[in-house]
């Protein structure tokens, strides 16, 4: 079984940059397939951000595309999220996720481990 622990949300002014980390520990992480999740405040949750376990493929919504990359350090068993150019509509908590030997996808309900989430802010 994995734990997930998010960390690098903060606040930020619209145009700038976060990374955020999500650590696991209990396994390794390239066992698995890691999906980044979003919440904003009285909106359902959006999947943003998959990376497959088998080849490292990356996928992304329309909404996050060009502007974030996920990738993966197994050295650190950890997987990140690179948000540039952030956008006030950002602004949400951040949640990573696993599951295991499924493809990847932004679907919650097929992920099984979850980090606590870590805000971000965008706002001038």
């Known amino acids: 079984q994995v734990q997930l622990v998010e960390s690098g949300g903060g606040l930020v002014q619209p145009g700038g940059s976060l990374r955020l980390s999500c650590a696991a520990s209990g396994s390794r992480l390239d066992y698995y397939v890691i999906g980044w999740f979003r919440q904003a405040p009285g909106k359902e949750r959006e999947g943003i951000s998959c990376?497959?376990?088998?080849?490292?493929?990356?996928f992304y919504t329309d909404s996050v595309e060009g502007r974030f990359t996920i990738s993966r350090d197994n050295a650190k068993n950890t997987v990140y999220l690179q948000m540039n150019s952030l956008k006030p509509e950002d602004t949400a908590v951040y949640y990573c996720?696993?599951?295991?030997?499924?493809?990847?996808?932004?679907?919650?309900?097929?992920?099984?481990?979850w980090g606590q989430g870590t805000q971000v802010t965008v706002s001038s």
């Open positions: 990376i497959s376990s088998s080849d490292d493929n990356t």
């Open positions: 996720a696993a599951e295991a030997l499924v493809p990847c996808s932004f679907n919650g309900y097929e992920y099984d481990y």
